[in-house]
């Protein structure tokens, strides 16, 4: 059974860091894109950021692009987000997943689903 589950959440005041692991089981995915997801209450789920197998490409929202990193380990299976800067509109139910393509240009998209999920770690910025 794959199971994808995350780890680092907390309370955090404004300007303050926190960084995200989420750990695979089941298959490993060292050659597949991963992907972190937020989904801030009475909102939609949205993008933060994705990582290709290899870890040369790299996308990100807008929203956080300058203060969070993506990065992965495949030999442990793993992907992490690593959040500087908080502020309290980052405050969301983080997801991690698995799915989506670069392309060559290293836009990502994921049009056709993701295709698995974690359950969720929830980080809360406070001002």
């Known amino acids: 059974q794959v199971q994808l589950v995350e780890s680092g959440g907390g309370l955090v005041q404004a300007g303050g860091s926190l960084r995200l692991s989420c750990a695979a089981s089941?298959?490993?995915?060292?050659?597949?894109?991963k992907a972190w997801f937020r989904q801030a209450p009475g909102k939609e789920r949205e993008f933060v950021a994705a990582i290709s197998w290899s870890g040369e490409k790299r996308s990100y929202a807008g929203s956080v692009k300058g203060r969070f990193t993506i990065s992965r380990d495949n030999a442990k299976n793993t992907v992490d987000l690593q959040m500087n800067s908080l502020k309290p509109e980052d405050t969301a139910h983080y997801y991690c997943?698995?799915?989506?393509?670069?392309?060559?240009?290293?836009?990502?998209?994921?049009?056709?689903?993701?295709?698995?999920w974690g359950k969720g770690t929830l980080v809360t910025v406070s001002s």
């Open positions: 089941g298959r490993t995915f060292s050659s597949y894109v």
């Open positions: 997943a698995v799915g989506g393509l670069f392309d060559s240009r290293g836009g990502y998209s994921y049009t056709d689903g993701m295709d698995y």
